[in-house]
């Protein structure tokens, strides 16, 4: 069962970049709230988010996560969103996945996902630049990062 939604853990991220006068966009905001369920799947088993990521060009993504902040496309997103509500350890988890991946761009954060199985798996033979709506699979996600969470 998801410990958060999906406008919950964005939010979190957003307000924490914010607060840090780091600019977040919706490419980068995409990868975190990833990092966030693939490390929840590894290491817990379980879902962080109850949305399916897609594997697009640009990496991961979740299709109404992008839609919801589309207007700002390449700029950071400026909303003022609200605080969510979250349980400690979900806020403990968010805060890990931050201090892993916060501090990189958009752009390594996307050559990282394409490197790592779960997306690539997804996109299997497609070209490069070829539109992909193929779900990645939560499994394999969760086979995926508790193997790197054990080595």
Same mark, same amino acid.
Request: charged residues 25%; proline residues 9%; hydrophobic residues 40%.
């Given at each position: 069962m998801a410990k958060a939604t999906t406008d919950e853990v964005a939010n979190w991220f957003i307000r924490l970049a914010h607060e840090l006068g780091d600019p977040i966009t919706n490419l980068k905001l995409q990868k975190l709230v990833y990092y966030a369920q693939a490390w929840h799947l590894g290491l817990y088993g379980e879902p962080l988010i109850p949305d399916a990521f897609?594997?697009? +060009?640009? $990496?991961? @993504? %979740?299709?109404?996560?992008y839609e919801r902040f589309s207007?700002?496309?390449?700029? *950071? %997103? &400026?909303d003022e969103v609200p605080a969510p &509500?979250? @349980?400690?350890e979900v806020e /403990?988890?968010?805060?890990? +996945?931050?201090?892993?991946? $916060?501090g990189r761009s958009c752009w390594e954060l996307e050559r990282m996902t394409h490197s790592?199985?779960?997306?690539?798996?997804?996109? $299997?033979? !497609?070209? *490069? /630049?070829? =539109?992909?709506?193929?779900? %990645? &699979?939560? =499994? !394999?996600?969760?086979?995926?990062?508790?193997?790197?969470?054990a080595a």
């Open positions: 897609e594997a697009w +060009v640009h $990496g991961p @993504a %979740i299709p109404s996560l207007q700002y496309k390449w700029n *950071p %997103i &400026s &509500s979250l @349980a400690q /403990d988890h968010l805060r890990e +996945v931050d201090e892993a991946y $916060g790592e199985e779960p997306w690539l798996a997804a996109r $299997g033979a !497609l070209d *490069p /630049d070829a =539109e992909c709506q193929t779900p %990645i &699979s939560e =499994e !394999l996600m969760m086979d995926y990062y508790a193997l790197r969470a």
